[in-house]
Nanobody
Framework: DVQLVESGGGSVQAGGSLRLSCAASGYSNGMSCMGWFRQAPGKEREGVAAIYAGGGSTFYADSVKGRFTISRDNAKNTVYLQMNSLKSEDTAMYYC??????????????????WGQGTQVTVS
């Protein structure tokens, strides 16, 4: 079974940084599409960033552009989200998402078939 395991969440003061990691396992072929979503209490889960294996294209939500950077290590089947200049509005549960095929819109939950359990990020 495919498993996505996130790590790196925590509490940080506004202006600080965190780095999230997501390790994928349980499959033989590479995940072409990997991304991060987040969900704050009472809000819909929203796309934060995504990265495609082919060409390394990256995508970001407007709210995080210039502050967050997504990257991946294909050898380790791991995707990262470097979050700088964190704001209180970044507080949410962050979820790793992945799929073997890059179809649909990167910011759509329906584009990803595999999900991690989430890691909490709290900015105060």
């Amino acid at each position: 079974d495919v498993q996505l395991v996130e790590s790196g969440g925590g509490s940080v003061q506004a202006g600080g940084s965190l780095r999230l990691s997501c390790a994928a396992s349980g499959y033989s072929n590479g995940m072409s599409c990997m991304g991060w979503f987040r969900q704050a209490p009472g809000k819909e889960r929203e796309g934060v960033a995504a990265i495609y294996a082919g060409g390394g294209s990256t995508f970001y939500a407007d709210s995080v552009k210039g502050r967050f950077t997504i990257s991946r290590d294909n050898a380790k089947n791991t995707v990262y989200l470097q979050m700088n200049s964190l704001k209180s509005e970044d507080t949410a549960m962050y979820y790793c998402a992945a799929d073997f095929w890059c179809t649909g819109n990167w910011y759509s939950r329906a584009s990803f078939g595999y999900w991690g359990q989430g890691t909490q990020v709290t900015v105060s």
